[in-house]
């Protein structure tokens, strides 16, 4: 069976965060240059924050793939995360912001958040969110948990019940 790809995209919050980043960044690449601190002049931090742009960039995710054998969260320049279906307990429908939502580790709003992050309810998660509405969290037998935000969560539940996995007991 060939995978079932389906798409993430940004929300209207999350293309504004990154929006206001990359105006920021192109604002600091002009100014920073021209600053003097000591007769030193401050061009390599535009450049580091150029960098790690980048890296945020090409670690964002863009959708879930779905085959028999696992659930790939597929990202813009890097490997895809993969979950083999085995590992996956139970799927539950929630809210990615409804609560207090904390980021260990990760990215927050540029090119979306993922990564790390700790919610009372969830305890530690990977999260990789595009949109503020609708996700599904993923329990997984001895690993950490995985929060997502494709466009249609309702159908890649219905793709993971087809292939036996179901809704998690509360």
């Given at each position: 069976?060939?995978?079932r790809?389906?798409?993430?995209?940004?929300d209207?919050?999350?293309?504004?965060?990154?929006t206001?980043?990359?105006v920021?960044?192109?604002?600091a690449?002009?100014?920073?240059?021209?600053?003097r601190?000591?007769?030193v002049?401050?061009?390599?931090l535009?450049?580091?924050?150029?960098a790690?742009?980048?890296?945020?960039w090409?670690l964002a995710?863009?959708?879930v793939?779905v085959?028999?054998?696992?659930v790939?969260?597929?990202r813009?320049?890097w490997r895809?995360f993969v979950?083999?279906l085995?590992?996956i307990?139970?799927?539950e429908p929630?809210q990615p912001?409804?609560?207090r939502l904390?980021?260990?580790?990760?990215?927050g709003?540029?090119?979306?958040s993922?990564?790390?992050?700790w919610r009372?309810?969830?305890?530690r998660?990977?999260?990789?969110l595009t949109r503020?509405?609708?996700?599904?969290?993923?329990?997984?037998?001895?690993a950490l948990?995985?929060m997502i935000?494709p466009?249609?969560?309702?159908?890649?539940g219905a793709?993971l019940a087809?292939?036996?996995?179901?809704a998690a007991v509360?």
């Amino acid at each position: 069976m060939p995978p079932r790809r389906f798409p993430m995209s940004l929300d209207a919050s999350q293309r504004a965060l990154t929006t206001l980043v990359i105006v920021v960044l192109a604002v600091a690449l002009v100014v920073l240059p021209a600053v003097r601190v000591g007769g030193v002049a401050w061009i390599g931090l535009p450049a580091a924050i150029a960098a790690g742009l980048l890296a945020a960039w090409a670690l964002a995710p863009t959708a879930v793939e779905v085959d028999a054998a696992a659930v790939r969260i597929v990202r813009r320049a890097w490997r895809p995360f993969v979950i083999p279906l085995h590992e996956i307990q139970g799927v539950e429908p929630t809210q990615p912001l409804g609560r207090r939502l904390f980021r260990l580790v990760g990215v927050g709003g540029f090119f979306g958040s993922y990564g790390l992050f700790w919610r009372r309810d969830v305890g530690r998660f990977r999260a990789y969110l595009t949109r503020s509405a609708a996700a599904l969290l993923l329990r997984r037998r001895g690993a950490l948990p995985v929060m997502i935000t494709p466009d249609d969560p309702a159908a890649v539940g219905a793709a993971l019940a087809a292939l036996g996995v179901h809704a998690a007991v509360g």
